[in-house]
């Protein structure tokens, strides 16, 4: 049966871990060797984009070339998805022809949509309630550097209601590891995902939780996370946000309350001088390029293993 990937919750603690260890593994063939097995040969990936994308997109293109497969990009102006052609139609038409999608997309129940429609895996490539891929990058790095996940603690400062906080917070639930944001009051996670992110958390051992104190949040934190505080889509709040979010701001005063040893993790696009301090996410406790490059490392697991997902049960 295919699998799809819409949320991060779409894979189990074990799976993701697998997915780590099997992303490590590509990471290293390619440093030496130069080259993957393509793994992916004769294999096409869809790519539909209705947001801008610079990771998304050249990860999961790079990906498919270098494991001997193709990737084909349609941009709204292509496809005029949900509007000249219905979402069932396109989703249709594609599977038949191509064999894994990838969606970037406002609108969470639009990928839903394609999903039940294909006959071929989906995969989130951000929609505006989870951004898994970003996580699974995360994970990879976090775990280069970390050795391990079990009792670490993310502080993620900012803006709580968005996709990367969602997956984070769910991934974090899942796999032990504790998970506080501070967010100005109003930008909190959405309920029903900090609901789900309690409920694995209580399983796996691990705390949730939300406070509007940046400080309490980052104290003893071994990473510290932050993301735009204007998402796409949230363009029209942008005065508003300003005025209310910088009290959030990453700065060198805030990673000094982390452990000495604590990294900074930004998924990108940044912007320096709101959400984070040009020192911070320049310096030398930061990680962003380590992470933005390994978004293709991990897209390689990804398609790997849902292309043969039979592998693991
Ligand atoms: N939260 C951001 C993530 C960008 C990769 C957004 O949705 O714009």
């Known amino acids: 049966m295919k699998k799809d990937f819409l949320s991060i919750t779409d894979l189990s603690k074990k799976e993701i871990i697998y997915l780590v260890d099997l992303a490590i593994n590509l990471k290293e063939e390619l440093i030496s060797n130069g080259e993957n097995i393509p793994y992916l040969k004769n294999k096409t990936l869809t790519m539909i984009f209705e947001k801008p994308s610079l990771r998304t997109r050249v990860s999961f293109e790079v990906a498919m070339t270098q494991l001997g497969g193709h990737a084909i990009n349609l941009s709204p102006a292509d496809i005029g998805i949900g509007k000249r052609e219905s979402i069932a139609d396109v989703s249709k038409v594609i599977s038949s022809m191509t064999d894994i999608i990838m969606a970037r997309v406002f609108k969470h129940s639009l990928i839903e949509e394609l999903a039940i429609h294909s006959s071929v895996p989906v995969i989130n490539g951000l929609s505006d309630l989870e951004h898994p891929c970003q996580i699974l990058a995360d994970l990879l790095t976090i775990y280069e550097i970390k050795k391990n996940f079990d009792g670490l603690k993310i502080a993620y400062l900012g ?4 996709n990367v906080t969602h997956s984070l917070a769910l991934a974090s639930a899942i796999l032990g590891i504790n998970f506080i944001t501070a967010s100005p009051s109003g930008y909190w996670t959405k309920k029903n995902i900090s609901q789900t992110a309690k409920k694995f958390a209580k399983k796996n051992n691990c705390q949730i939780i939300e406070t509007d104190d940046p400080i309490k949040a980052v104290k003893n934190a071994d990473i510290i996370y932050t993301d735009t505080w204007i998402s796409m889509g949230d363009e029209s709040e942008k005065e508003k946000r300003l005025k209310i979010f910088p009290k959030y701001q990453v700065t060198s005063k805030i990673m000094s309350f982390a452990k ?3 990294i900074f993790m930004h998924d990108m696009p940044a912007y320096r001088g709101q959400e984070v301090t040009a020192e911070v996410i320049d310096g030398k406790q930061s990680v962003i390029f380590q992470q933005a490059e390994n978004r293709l ?9 849902l292309l043969n997902n039979s592998k693991l049960s």
């Open 260 to 262: 000495k040893d604590a």
């Open 297 to 305: 490392h991990a897209q390689k697991a990804l398609l790997v293993y």
């Open 159 to 162: 803006d709580s209601e968005n």
